[in-house]
Each structure stands twice: as structure tokens, then as C-alpha cells.
């Protein structure tokens, strides 16, 4: 079975494009392992992440998530079983603004000027 989650975060240290990146590299290669796909938006020190795999690996990797003391406020907005993934093709797929950027990122949407990224349409609270 596969489960869904969405939370939102507030980051507890000022995040620049290389703590950015490192976060990314990591959590992408240990999603592989685990199985995960999704979407991390990050924005005026806000975090929101939507991940989703199979039930075993999303618990393991909510419990890593929520001892990280790199966020606070954690909130959790979803969570549910689901048929299909929405990030099939990403195991973090990221959001922000553009000038964080960072050459050789996986994954990378910019967001636009009005804060919409093209894949945060996936990322309804349903
Ligand atoms: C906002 C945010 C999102 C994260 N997303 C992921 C993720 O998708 N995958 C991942 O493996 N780690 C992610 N991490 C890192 C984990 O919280 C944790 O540090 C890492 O998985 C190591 O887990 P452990 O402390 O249980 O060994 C994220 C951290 C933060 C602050």
C-alpha cells in the first residue's frame, strides 16, 4: 500500500542555496533507497513538503523528518492511503525561488513571481 503525506515546516536556520542543496542531494538519494517521491517547496522560510511511498518507508522517514532540528512548527496537513503517486518521476522534486539555484540540482522548478511553481498543482490538499 502506498500512504501520503503533507506537512508544513518553518526553518529554524537562515537556509542558503548550498544548505539547500545539500538537504536536497541527501534526501534524494536516501528517498531512492526508501522508495519516495515528491515535492519540497521552500519560501520565505517555510517549508512544504508532500512525500509518498510505501507505508513502512513514509513512517521511517516521517520519524527522521520530525527529529530534524533544522525546522520547527512541524504540521502535519495530510495524511492517506493512496492508489497513485504524483511525483512518479521525482524522488525530490524542488521549489523555490530561482536565484537559489544551484548548477547540477535535481529536480529544480522555480517558482514564479506570484510564488506558484508548476508542480505545486499536484500538491493539493486532497
Ligand atoms: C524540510 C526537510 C525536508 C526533508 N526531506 C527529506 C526527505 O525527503 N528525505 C530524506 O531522506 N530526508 C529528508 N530530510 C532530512 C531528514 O529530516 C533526516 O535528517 C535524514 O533523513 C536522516 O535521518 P536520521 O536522522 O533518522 O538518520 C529533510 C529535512 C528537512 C528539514
Known amino acids: 500500500m502506498l500512504e501520503r503525506i503533507v ?3 518553518m526553518a529554524t536556520e537562515d537556509f542558503g542555496s ?3 542543496f545539500q538537504l536536497l542531494t541527501e534526501a534524494q538519494s536516501r528517498n531512492a533507497q526508501l522508495q519516495i517521491t515528491g515535492h519540497l517547496l ?3 522560510g517555510q517549508f512544504t513538503q508532500c512525500f509518498e511511498g510505501p ?3 513514509v513512517e521511517q522517514l ?7 532540528k533544522r525546522h520547527k512548527d512541524i504540521e502535519l496537513l495530510v495524511r492517506h492511503p493512496t492508489q497513485k503517486r504524483r511525483f512518479p518521476e521525482w524522488s525530490m522534486a524542488f521549489s523555490t525561488q530561482s536565484t537559489f539555484y544551484v548548477h547540477g540540482m535535481k529536480g529544480f ?7 506558484k511553481s508548476p508542480l ?7
Do not use: T
Request: with cysteine; proline share 3%; net charge negative.
Open 55 to 57: 507505508a513502512e518507508s
Open 120 to 126: 505545486m498543482l499536484h500538491c493539493s490538499i486532497d
Open 62 to 68: 516521517w520519524q527522521s523528518i520530525q527529529r530534524d
Open 7 to 9: 506537512y508544513q515546516s
Open 18 to 20: 548550498l544548505a539547500l
Open 42 to 44: 521552500f519560501l520565505n
Open 109 to 115: 522548478f522555480p517558482v514564479d513571481e506570484s510564488g
